[in-house]
């Protein structure tokens, strides 16, 4: 049996993205720069093609960010660098594990109960 790795899903992303061409196009024709296409590019990994808030289901993608789950996002901007810079950062690392797509008002949310230490619906 072939081993599952990061590496293969990373190539089943590419495979899924590049089927999915036509929402490139459109983000394209829309005047979307390079470093947008690569955010599109990482919101399509992360949340399976569906790019929607992985909470509530929101589906703007202009309001969607990538999220570390373990809630450690300043350590690793350190590392990754933030912004257009952390998304092409996740491209030329496969897209590693560890990241969910959230909307803003979830990422807020989240934020917000994980300094409360109370922790509800995040595992
Ligand atoms: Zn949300």
């Given amino acids: 049996m072939k081993k599952y790795n990061q590496l293969d899903k990373a190539k ?7 089927k999915e061409n036509k929402h490139l196009k459109k983000y394209r024709r829309n ?5 947008e296409i690569v955010k599109m590019q990482s919101l399509f990994f992360y949340s399976d093609g569906d790019m929607i808030c992985k ?8 309001s969607l960010c990538i999220e570390h789950i373990e809630n450690n ?3 690793e901007r350190k590392k990754t660098g933030s912004g257009p810079n952390f998304f ?3 491209r030329r690392n496969n897209f590693p ?4 797509i959230l ?9 917000l109960e994980h300094n409360d230490k109370k922790k509800r619906w995040y595992s």
């Fill in 103 to 111: 909307c803003r008002n979830c990422n807020w949310l989240k934020h």
């Fill in 12 to 18: 089943k992303a590419k495979k899924m993205w590049a």
């Fill in 88 to 90: 092409r950062w996740l």
């Fill in 73 to 75: 996002g300043f350590e």
């Fill in 55 to 62: 909470k509530c289901g929101y589906d703007n993608v202009d």
């Fill in 97 to 100: 594990e560890g990241y969910q």
């Fill in 31 to 35: 005047g979307r720069t390079a470093d």
